[in-house]
C-alpha cells in the first residue's frame, strides 16, 4: 500500500468523532473576525464603527499578492475595528461585530445549485471568484488559495492531489465532509482542474477511513480524470511533499514548491469551499471543526461561523471537563495550546482538541542517548538532535547548511525521542531566525 519512503511515525489515532455527522452551530450573539487569517500580509479593514453589514459582506480586503479577502460571518452591528489578543497571546487587527439576526448579501445562494455553468467559466473567472471568496487552506496552513493556483512562469501543473489524509489524531472533519458533502467536493475538483488545466486528479485517503473511501472512489467514477488511492495510514503523510511522494513518486528537493514537479496539492476541505465559492458566490464565512478529546462528552464535528468563540464549541460538545489541562487548536501533532478559550475559531481552526492534565504534563528532559530515532522518523530527512543543538548555541549558519528550514514542524522528532528532548521548540527557533536571516541578506 501507497505511503512516503523518508520517515514517518504511527500515533494513536483516536478518531473519537469519527462517523459524527456535521452539526450546525448557530451564529453567536457577536464575533470577533481578524484581518489575518492566512499566511502573508493581513487584510486591509474597508469598515468602520457603526456600519451595519450582512453575512458575506467584504470586511477586510486582501493587501497584496499573498494574502486574503475577509468577510463578515454574521449580520448585524460593526462595534469597533481594533486590535486583538488572539488564542496564543500575538496582537492581531481584528474587526468586532454584534449580531442582528441573520441576512445575508443577496447574491449568495444558500439552497444548493445556482444556475452558473460550469462550462462557460473560464480558468481566470473560476479563480477570480476563489480569490473574491476569501478562500486559503484549511487544512491548517491557511495559504491563499489564489496563490496556489497562480503558478510562476516556466512552470505548468501536471496533476492535482487532494489531501484528503486527515493523519493527525483525533481530527475527523475532513472525513465527515466527504461522507456528507461527497457529490460538492467532486465538482469542486474538477472546478480546480479546469482553473489550473490539468485531466488528472488524485484524492489521497488513508485507510483507517474505509467508509470515505468506498463512498469518494463511488463518486469519483462518474468523474473522467478523477481517482481514488488509499494510502496506509502514517504521519505525517498529510505533509505535502510527503503526500506528492506517496502518490507519484516525486521528491519535491529542498527549498522547492510542489510545483516544481508538476503537482499542486489541496486540502479536501478547502475543495469544499471552492464549490461554494465559484457554484454559490459563497464567501468562506465558516468551516468545519472537530471538537474532540478524551474527556468531552461529546466528541464532534461542527460547521461554525468564523468568530465564533472557542468556548462556544466546547459548550456544544458537553462543556469543558473538570480534567482539562491543555486545549489545542487544530491536532495535538501540530496544533498549539490556547491561552484563552474566548479566542475566535478562524480559516485555520481544523480541530479542538482537549487534553486531560494527566496527558499534558511535558516530561522532564535528559541528555540525548545517541539513539537516533528522530533523525529515523524525520520525514524530510533531517538531523533533528543536530539542529536542535545548533539552535541551542545560536549557530546559524551551519543550522542554514544543514536545511533547517526545511523542517515541516510536524513533531515526530519529539514522539520517538526517549530522553525527552524539546526538539522542536528549538528547532522552530532556530528556523526562525534563519528565515530572518535570509530575508535580511536579500534586502
Known amino acids: 500500500m501507497r505511503t512516503f519512503q523518508i520517515g514517518g511515525i504511527h500515533p494513536p489515532e483516536n478518531k473519537l468523532s469519527a462517523g459524527q455527522p456535521i452539526q450546525t452551530i448557530p451564529p453567536p450573539a457577536s464575533v470577533v473576525i481578524p484581518l489575518s487569517q492566512h499566511v502573508g500580509a493581513p487584510a486591509t479593514a474597508v469598515v468602520a464603527k457603526g456600519e451595519t453589514v450582512k453575512t458575506g459582506t467584504l470586511i477586510g480586503k486582501a493587501n497584496g499578492f499573498i494574502s486574503a479577502n475577509v468577510h463578515s460571518s454574521v449580520s448585524g452591528s460593526v462595534t469597533k475595528v481594533d486590535q486583538m489578543i488572539d488564542g496564543f497571546g500575538f496582537s492581531r487587527p481584528a474587526v468586532y461585530i454584534d ?30 471568484k476563489i480569490e ?37 489524531p483525533y481530527l475527523t472533519a475532513d472525513q465527515a465532509a466527504m461522507m456528507q458533502e461527497t457529490d460538492q467536493i467532486m465538482t469542486g475538483i474538477r ?3 479546469k482553473a489550473i488545466n490539468v485531466e488528472r486528479a488524485v484524492i489521497g485517503i488513508e485507510n ?33 511533499k510527503q503526500l506528492i511522494d506517496a502518490i507519484i513518486r516525486r521528491q519535491v528537493k529542498s527549498g522547492a514548491l510542489p510545483i516544481s514537479v508538476g503537482a499542486i496539492v489541496h486540502n479536501v476541505g ?20 472537530t471538537v474532540t478529546g478524551k474527556s468531552i462528552v461529546k466528541p464532534s464535528n461542527f460547521l461554525v461561523r468564523i468568530g465564533t468563540p472557542v468556548a462556544a464549541l466546547i459548550e456544544a460538545a458537553g462543556g469543558l471537563p473538570e480534567d482539562t489541562g491543555k486545549i489545542i487548536v487544530g491536532g495535538p501533532m ?3 495550546a490556547l491561552i484563552n478559550i474566548q479566542a475566535p475559531v ?35 530527512g533531517l538531523s533533528p538532535y543536530l539542529l536542535m543543538n545548533l539552535s541551542e548555541y545560536k549557530v546559524w549558519d551551519d543550522a542554514e547548511k544543514n536545511h533547517i528550514t526545511d523542517c515541516i514542524e510536524c513533531g515526530s522528532c519529539c514522539y520517538t525521542c526517549p530522553a525527552n528532548r524539546p526538539l522542536l521548540d528549538y528547532i522552530r527557533l532556530g528556523k526562525s531566525k534563519v528565515m530572518e536571516i535570509k530575508r535580511a541578506r536579500k534586502v
Not at 113 to 122: G, H, K, V
Open 99 to 128: 449580531t442582528l439576526g441573520d441576512e445575508w448579501e443577496p447574491d449568495i445562494n444558500r439552497n444548493g445549485f445556482s444556475q452558473i455553468e460550469d462550462d462557460r467559466l473560464t480558468p481566470k473567472e473560476i479563480i477570480d
Open 132 to 168: 473574491a471568496a476569501g478562500i486559503v487552506g484549511l487544512g491548517g496552513a491557511a495559504f491563499p488559495t489564489k496563490v496556489k493556483l497562480s503558478p510562476p512562469p516556466g512552470h505548468k501543473a501536471e496533476i492535482l492531489i487532494i489531501n484528503a489524509s486527515e493523519c493527525e
Open 191 to 193: 472546478l480546480i482542474m
Open 208 to 240: 483507517n477511513k474505509p467508509d470515505a473511501i468506498e463512498r469518494m472512489t463511488a463518486f469519483a467514477t462518474k468523474h473522467k480524470g478523477i481517482e481514488v488511492v488509499s494510502l496506509k495510514s502514517r504521519y505525517p503523510q498529510g505533509g505535502e
Open 270 to 289: 478547502t475543495v469544499y469551499a471552492v464549490y461554494e465559492a465559484v457554484r454559490n458566490n459563497k464567501p468562506l464565512i465558516e468551516r468545519i471543526v
Open 334 to 336: 501540530m496544533g498549539k
Open 346 to 380: 478562524t480559516k485555520g481552526t481544523s480541530g479542538i482538541v482537549v487534553m486531560t492534565k494527566k496527558e499534558s504534563v511535558r516530561r522532564h528532559s535528559h541528555d540525548c542517548i545517541r539513539c537516533a530515532k528522530c533523525v529515523g522518523a524525520c520525514p524530510m
